[in-house]
């Protein structure tokens, strides 16, 4: 059984760091990635970064790209996301998730999930 598990977020300060960890196993893919993405309430989930496990390719969502860094294990079972000089509007429930094949920012084509963390940013 594929299982997710998210963990690093916390209540930081605008300007600071946090790391997010997500550790993947029960793997039966080939390829796949494995992507976070952040949810606000009342609003729609968005991709936020991913990392392929094929090549390595990397994508990151431009509100992140600068600031945030994926990085993974090769091949990619427990995934990171170094989240510097954080904002306030970064502040949502990030989740990681995994699908089979490369990179892609939409969260429908993710198989499995893993539970959120939150990230709380103060000004």
């Known amino acids: 059984e594929v299982q997710l598990q998210a963990s690093g977020g916390g209540l930081v300060q605008a300007g600071e760091s946090l790391r997010l960890s997500c550790a993947a196993s029960g793997l039966t893919y080939a390829e796949y990635a494995i992507g976070w993405f952040r949810q606000v309430p009342g609003k729609e989930r968005v991709g936020v970064s991913c990392?392929?496990?094929?090549?390595?390719?990397?994508y990151y969502a431009d509100f992140v790209r600068g600031r945030f860094t994926i990085s993974s294990d090769n091949p990619p079972n427990t995934v990171y996301l170094q989240m510097n000089n954080l904002e306030p509007e970064d502040a949502a429930v990030y989740s990681c998730?995994?699908?089979?094949?490369?990179?892609?920012?939409?969260?429908?084509?993710?198989?499995?999930w893993g539970r959120g963390t939150q990230v709380t940013v103060s000004s």
């Open positions: 990392v392929s496990s094929r090549d390595g390719s990397k």
């Open positions: 998730a995994i699908m089979s094949g490369s990179c892609s920012r939409i969260s429908e084509m993710y198989d499995f």
